[in-house]
C-alpha cells in the first residue's frame, strides 16, 4: 500500500489517569517537513508511537491515505520509518550486521544479493561509516549510532518518516548531512515528521510546525522566521 | 515470510550470543551449579534418594530456564530493539516464534550437559532410557518455554520483570514439570513403567499444542502498547 498523506482525528490516548494525548487532529502531508515542537511530556513521543503503529489510540482515528493501521497491517509497516531516541540497534552487532538485519526483515533487496550489498554499502556511505563497518555499535559514539539509527529507519525507503530528537548527539558537519537528507527525503515524496527540542536546528529546516503541550496540539501553521519568538509565545517558558 | 522471518530474529540472535556468551555460559554455569549443590547435598555414600535424578533435571532446566528467558529480552529492551522488531513489516507471532526456537537451543545445550552430568552424579540409567527421555524432554522444554517466552516478552517494559517472570511463570508450568518429573520417574524406575511414561508425555504434547498456539494469538495483543 502508499499514501500520500496521514490524517489523525481527535486522538487520544490516556496511560491510566494520565492523558498524554486529548483530541489532536494534524493531517500530514507528502513533502512536507513537520517541525514537532514542545516541553518535556508533551506528548510528542506518544504521537510518534500512534503514528508508527506501535501504540494504539485510546480515541480518535488516524488514517494513512484512506486505511487505519489495522487495515494497513504489515503492508502500512513496511511504510515507515522510525528513529525513536533510543536508536534501536544491537550494541553487541556490527554496524553492517545491524544494517544487514533490518533490511532482511524488511525484505531490502531480498531477491538480489549482490544489489542487497549495495544497499548496506550505500546506507554505511550515507552515515559515513564505511571504514567502521566491521566494529560493533557498542564502540561507536552517541553521533555514530545516531547516523547509523537514521539509516536503519531510512533502509526501505519509507513513505512516513518519523523522527525523534534526530540531532542528538550530532556535531555541526553531521547536522548539515542529515538536514539535506531530509530536505532530500521530503522532495522524494515522504512525509517527515520531527519532534525536536532544538528549536534553532527545526527553524529553517522544517516546513510546517506544530506545536504542543499537555497532549494537546496548540497550534499548526506554515514555519515561518522567528519560531524561539513563535514558539514562546505559543508554548511559553524561554 | 513467517519462518524467514523467525529464523532471521534466530541468527541475529545467534550472532549476539557468539560476540558474547553471555547467556550460554551463565544458564550453563547455573545449571550445572544447581545439580552439583543437589548432588552434594542428597547424595550418601554414592546412593541418591529414589526419583530425586528425575526431580532435579527439571528442577535444574526451570530455574536456568527462567535466567535465560530474562537476559534473552533484557538484549531487546536495551536499544528498545523490539520497538524496531514490532515496527518491521513481518508477521508479529514470527518474532515470538524466532525468540521462542533460540529459548529451546540454549535449553537443548543445557539438557546436553545436564543428563550425562546427572546420570553420573545420581547413578541414574538416563543414558540407557534415551528413547523416551528425549521425547519428553522435548515435548517439556516446549511447552515451558512456549510459555516463558511470552511471558518473558510481556514483562519486558515492567520495572519488576525479574520477580514477575518467575511468580507468573511457575504457576503456569507447573503441570509441564509435574509431567516432566513423573515421566521421567517412571522411566528410571526398575523395571521402566513406559506405560505411565506414554501417559505424561502425552499431557505433556496437549499442554504445548495448547500453550504455542495461545501463545502465537496473544502475542500481538500482548505486545502493542
Known sequence: MDFDSVRLTDVSRHFGRRRALSKLSLTLNAGDIVGLLGPNGAGKSTLIGVLATLVTASGGDVRYGRRTAREGGSELRQRIGLLAHELHLYAELTARQNLAFFASLYGVEADNPHRFEEAIDAALERAGLTDRAGDQVLSFSRGMRQRLGLERALLHHPRLVLLDEPFTGLDDRSVGTVSTRLRQLAAGGAIVLLATHDLDLADGLVTRVALMRDGRLLSDEPAATGLRARYRSVVGGS | ?225
Open chain 2, 1 to 225: 515470510m513467517f519462518l524467514r522471518t523467525a529464523l532471521l530474529v534466530l541468527r541475529k540472535d545467534f550472532a549476539i550470543e557468539i560476540k558474547s556468551y553471555e547467556i550460554l555460559s551463565t544458564t550453563l554455569f547455573f545449571a550445572v551449579g544447581c545439580v552439583l549443590v543437589f548432588a552434594f547435598a542428597l547424595v550418601k555414600e554414592g546412593q541418591a534418594p529414589p526419583d530425586s535424578a528425575a526431580a532435579i533435571l527439571w528442577i535444574a532446566l526451570l530455574f536456568s530456564g527462567t535466567l535465560a528467558l530474562g537476559r534473552t529480552f533484557e538484549r531487546e529492551r536495551y536499544g528498545e530493539t523490539i520497538r524496531a522488531l514490532l515496527l518491521a513489516p513481518a508477521p508479529r507471532p514470527a518474532l515470538y516464534v524466532g525468540k521462542l526456537l533460540g529459548i529451546l537451543c540454549l535449553l537443548g545445550l543445557t539438557e546436553v550437559l545436564l543428563v550425562p552430568l546427572i546420570a553420573l552424579l545420581f547413578s541414574a540409567p538416563l543414558l540407557e532410557r534415551l528413547a523416551l527421555l528425549l521425547p519428553l524432554l522435548v515435548c517439556g522444554t516446549i511447552g515451558f518455554a512456549a510459555v516463558g517466552t511470552l511471558f518473558a516478552a510481556m514483562l519486558m517494559r515492567a520495572r519488576t520483570r525479574d520477580v514477575m517472570l518467575p511468580i507468573l511463570l511457575y504457576p503456569i508450568t507447573i503441570p509441564v514439570i509435574i509431567a516432566g518429573v513423573r515421566g521421567t520417574s517412571a522411566l528410571l524406575a526398575t523395571p521402566p513403567d513406559q506405560p505411565t511414561t506414554i501417559m505424561w508425555l502425552t499431557i505433556l504434547l496437549c499442554f504445548d499444542v495448547v500453550f504455542v498456539t495461545l501463545s502465537l494469538w496473544t502475542f500481538e495483543p500482548l505486545m502493542t502498547e
